[in-house]
Structure formats: structure tokens, C-alpha cells
């Protein structure tokens, strides 16, 4: 297992109760292929530049453990869950 860093923005509009419900989602693919190791809910953040009209998003960063064909998942699942505005998956140096 490799270590991964990923860091996942929500529309600022999304009601808690979805942007939970999603992020939930997201975290039961990386535990069904490994382990979160720390979950950072930054907040709502400043956008250096406007996306789809927003000027803000909700950030959550997730670094974990897991197997490459989750993070073929996660990225699978985050394109076509509504509350996620962006998302990014980088690996970490061991």
C-alpha cells in the first residue's frame, strides 16, 4: 500500500447533510482498500479564482493508505457526486 493525500472541494451552497452523506461515501472506498490515517476539514476557503461563478468551497483533505485501484474508485466516484466541486489525489514520498 502507498501513501496518498487528497484533497476534496464542495460547492459552498451544499447543505451539511449531503456534503457529509458524500464525503462518507468517498471515505468508505478508502477504507474498503485501506486505511485513513487523518481526516481535516479546513472549511470554507477563498478561491484564488472564480469556478462555475463561485468564489468559495468547502475543503476537506484526506490522507490515507490504499491499494492504486482505490484511488481509481475515489476519482470515479468524486467526478459524478453533485456536492464535489473538485478533487485531487496525489501520492506521498514513503
Known amino acids: 500500500m502507498r501513501k496518498y493525500e487528497a484533497i476534496v472541494m464542495f460547492y459552498p451552497d451544499v447543505e451539511e447533510e449531503k456534503r457529509e452523506k458524500a464525503l462518507s461515501r468517498l471515505k468508505g472506498i478508502i477504507e474498503d482498500a485501506g ?21 468559495e468551497a468547502y475543503y476537506v483533505l484526506i490522507e490515507f493508505e490504499a491499494e492504486t485501484e482505490a484511488i481509481t474508485e475515489f476519482t470515479r466516484v468524486a467526478k459524478i457526486l453533485d456536492p464535489v466541486m473538485r478533487h485531487m489525489v496525489v501520492r506521498l514520498e514513503d
Request: aromatic share 20%; charged share 30%.
Open 35 to 55: 486505511k485513513i490515517s487523518n481526516v481535516d476539514e479546513w472549511g470554507s476557503r477563498k478561491l484564488a479564482y472564480s469556478i462555475e461563478y463561485y468564489q
